[in-house]
């Protein structure tokens, strides 16, 4: 065990209703101490759409990985999202395509789609691999 403590990485949007939702989470759910976020604006929709965009939070995810030892990773999509503005259920299958991109380069062990409801505060999980 690291004496900095354990982390995960998050590619989250910049929004900030859902950061502290999503960093409980996943103290909670992975037993971190830190989630290193990675913010994007619209994040589920740019991770499939911009390559550009894409590389450079790869590149911050291997610096979470390789300097943190983070192992596991969450990518986040969310209702009323500025950056991304399509209804929720499109939401949900752009988290499952982001979140397979994120997982495709063998950065981390497991990868977690989730969807936040900024109004209820409620994140469901959309995948898993
Ligand atoms: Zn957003």
């Known amino acids: 065990m690291s004496s900095h403590g354990t982390f995960c990485t998050v590619f989250d949007c910049m929004d900030g209703r859902t950061n502290d939702l999503v960093n409980a989470w996943c103290r909670t759910n992975f037993g971190v101490d830190h989630p290193d976020t990675i913010t994007i604006a619209g994040c589920d ?5 911009d390559a550009g965009e894409r590389e450079r939070a790869f590149k911050l995810a291997r610096i979470s990985a390789h300097h943190h030892g983070s ?15 399509v209804p929720n259920e499109q939401h949900k299958i752009d988290i499952e395509q982001a979140t397979k991109l994120v997982a495709a380069p063998g950065i981390f062990e497991h990868v977690v789609g989730l969807f936040v409801d900024v109004r209820t505060g409620e994140i469901v999980e959309v995948c898993r691999i």
């Open 71 to 85: 192992k596991q990773a969450v990518v986040i999509g969310h209702s009323e999202c500025a950056g991304h503005m």
């Open 45 to 49: 929709g740019i991770l499939i759409s």
